[in-house]
T-cell receptor
């Protein structure tokens, strides 16, 4: 079966660092994506990992361990506008290039 | 500007009625996808199309139908056979290559009258 797990909710304060974890069990693996989604809006692409290691992109970084079926998204210098849902998605090669999504982690940033 | 346009933004369906959600892209993408999002459920794949004139069922295709007669367009019909259609529907497109992200439209929120 296919399964992607993320925490449902997280809270943090402005200026802090937060790590959102994602574990996956899929029958195939071609890469892992992270998306940000504000309430009622379209998901927007944040990062892509296919090889083990850390990918850094400004305040956001994403890490992948293929052997452990594990990824995390690291958000630094949190801002209020970072309050959103963060979606972990796997390209498992089971449905063309369609993705399997986790249920998302809702992050609330307070001042 | 290139992008994906979904319409309408809000849609109401009566009992026994079929409704069609529009999705148009001008990104010259080969692949297009339809996802359904319910609260606390994440995105679930309804249908996908890797190339024009071809499409495949996703995990929750029952009660839905699609067509892909043009590269730019991938409309989704929610039929009366879909007994629980209330959800947020998202259309996406991509180049169809493995390391390329999907780009999403702004979604259509469908409710039952």
């Amino acid at each position: 079966g296919q399964n992607i797990d993320q925490p449902t909710e997280m809270t943090a304060t402005e200026g802090a660092i937060v790590q959102i974890n994602c574990t996956y069990q899929t029958s195939g693996f071609n890469g892992l994506f992270w998306y940000q989604q504000h309430a009622g809006e379209a998901p927007t692409f944040l990062s892509y990992n296919v090889l083990d290691g850390l990918e850094e992109k400004g305040r956001f970084s994403s890490f992948l361990s293929r052997s452990k079926g594990y990824s995390y998204l690291l958000l630094k210098e949190l801002q209020m506008k970072d309050s959103a849902s963060y979606l972990c998605a796997v390209d498992s090669n089971q449905a063309g290039t369609a993705l399997i999504f986790g249920k998302g982690t809702t992050l609330s940033v307070s001042s | 500007d290139g992008g994906i346009t979904q319409s309408p933004k809000y849609l109401f369906r009566k009992e026994g009625q079929n409704v069609t959600l529009s999705c148009e892209q001008n990104l010259n993408h080969d692949a297009m996808y339809w996802y359904r999002q319910d609260p606390g459920q994440g995105l679930r794949l309804i249908y996908y199309s890797q190339i024009v004139n071809d499409f495949q069922k996703g995990d929750i295709a029952e009660g839905y139908s699609v067509s892909r007669e043009k590269k730019e367009s991938f409309p989704l019909t929610v039929t009366s056979a879909q007994k629980n259609p209330t959800a947020f529907y998202l259309c996406a497109s991509s180049t169809g290559r493995r390391n390329q992200p999907q780009h999403f439209g702004d979604g259509t929120r469908l409710s039952i009258l």
